[in-house]
């Protein structure tokens, strides 16, 4: 699922925290917002072609919801038809969430159940969604950076309810900042993750994360830390109608080596999308896209 914005803008309120945002944009807003409407129909345009069924919204909030074209934070879909709706940490990101989304889901889709975190802001506790986490599906595993995107109250309610073992660990960038999202860290294929590892502080947390990964069969693409800087990790597999791809951003397939490149085109095809507007808000190809793990729901046979 995607949300191509009618008024998008880097959000002021989350600068503090998100060292991926830029800090000087000469460009005009109504110019922006264009650039991004474009990028986002773009992407929709190319994984379509690639037989990826993407849903595509508008948001027509006219600029109350600068973010909202990164709709992975607010809400996660699982299998077994659950549906998780998340605690956000920037007041005007709250006003993402969209409960005729969620009633999409409920008609196209086979959902059992949705769990909504969200009255855990009124606590001060915040889990955003599938940025704050990069989650093994396979494995059961919840990755988690630190920050105060993430808190662990939070995030052991969603790990006991959705069956996932939590693993965090502290990152930071060049500066020191803590990395405000664990997914533009780190990626997890099918049959491959690529993560900043060197980002991780503790030496033996590290070890086991890197472990982990590689206990599960999957090649270990270590990417520098200029490379996460070009969101190299902030990429999604899909599946696609003739097999696995993954999807990531012109800008970080330029930053991969052609070894890099090949671990990964062992099991899925590239396909780079150019989003270089929806960049400068401190996200990329995968914080816009929401994954969908749900089963369809079958048409009843007419009596």
Partial sequence: MAIRPSAFSVNRQTAADNAFQSAR????PGEMARAAYAEVTRVHDVLTGHGVEVHLFDDLSTGLTPDSVFPNNWFSTHAGGHVAVYPMWSPNRRLERR????????????VQDVIDYSGL??????????????????????????????????????CTHFNFEPIAFDATDDAGRPIYH??????????????G????????????????????????IH???????EFAGNALELEGSHGLILALSSRALASLTSQQVAVIERSAAIVPLDVPTIELAGGSVRCMLAGIHLSRRTARPRD
Avoid at 25 to 28: H, K, L
Avoid at 148 to 154: F, G, I, L
Avoid at 223 to 229: F, I, P, T
């Fill in 25 to 28: 944009i000469d460009a005009e």
């Fill in 99 to 110: 409960w005729d989304i969620i009633e999409m889901l409920k008609r196209e889709y086979r």
């Fill in 121 to 158: 802001e009124q606590d001060g506790l915040f889990l955003e969604g599938t940025g704050a986490m990069v989650l093994d599906h396979l494995d059961r595993v919840a990755y988690v950076c630190r920050s105060n995107r993430a808190d662990p109250v939070a995030l052991e309610r969603f």
């Fill in 182 to 195: 664990t997914n533009v860290l780190m990626c997890i294929g099918t049959r491959f993750a690529m993560a």
């Fill in 197 to 220: 590892f060197d980002l991780v502080v503790d030496d033996a947390r590290r070890t086991e994360i890197e472990d982990r990964l590689s206990d599960s069969g999957r090649d270990l």
């Fill in 223 to 229: 990417l520098s830390r200029e490379q996460v800087g």
